[in-house]
């Protein structure tokens, strides 16, 4: 079965810098898309960056000019990098891929989150 660990979580004061791992394992072909999601306390969980297998990226608002994901195919590992922490991103991080199972076919797993706490 196909598992993903993430890892990178932590506390951090704002303004400071995370960078978050998503190592994929198991039965995969190859992975399409990786996105890294995040839920906070009380709220729903939020797209915050996800990239194709192509390298396009996509952004929600609030992640725009400080977060930059990443991926290396060749590893089944992407990355979140994230600066100019505030408060606000205090939250679970869950990484997500859509993969190319060997049967030919493609699904989706998630991990079981990490924790992010800003704060001073």
């Known amino acids: 079965q196909v598992q993903l660990v993430e890892s990178g979580g932590g506390l951090v004061q704002p303004g400071g810098s995370l960078r978050l791992s998503c190592a994929a394992s198991?039965?995969?072909?190859?992975?399409?898309?990786m996105g890294w999601y995040r839920q906070a306390p009380g709220k729903q969980r939020e797209l915050v960056a996800n990239i194709t297998g192509g390298g396009s990226t996509n952004y929600a608002d609030s992640a725009k000019g400080r977060f930059t994901i990443s991926r290396d195919n060749a590893k089944n590992t992407g990355y979140l990098q994230m600066n100019s922490l505030k408060p606000e991103d205090t939250a679970v991080y869950y990484c997500?891929?859509?993969?190319?199972?060997?049967?030919?076919?493609?699904?989706?797993?998630w991990g079981q989150g990490t924790l992010v706490t800003v704060s001073s």
């Open positions: 198991g039965s995969i072909f190859s992975i399409r898309t």
């Open positions: 997500n891929i859509d993969y190319m199972h060997f049967g030919f076919r493609y699904l989706e797993v």
